[in-house]
């Protein structure tokens, strides 16, 4: 036998790792911006309501906290410190 299953195996590892580095990445994506599903829908414009993953320093999160406010019918949004909490200030 010229080529055993262990030297096949060994061929696919790096197609395998690739596949599984990129399923993490887009898990963490998908993670970090699951909370815009939950957002509270009874804020006004012009308010900040709290969520506890808006991180102001983050750009996707920036991103769902902007969505957030559009679906509310603001005009858009921005992650906010408020105190020692963290939330998302939707414009008027």
Known sequence: MACGYKA?????VP?????????VASLATVTRCAWVGDYASDHGCGKTFMEA???PADAAQNRACSDACHYNGCGGG???????????????
């Open 8 to 12: 096949a195996a060994a061929r696919d």
């Open 15 to 23: 197609g395998v790792l690739l596949l599984l580095l990129l399923l």
């Open 53 to 55: 993953l808006c991180d």
């Open 78 to 92: 921005r992650c906010v410190y408020v105190a020692t909490a963290r939330g998302c200030y939707c414009k008027p």
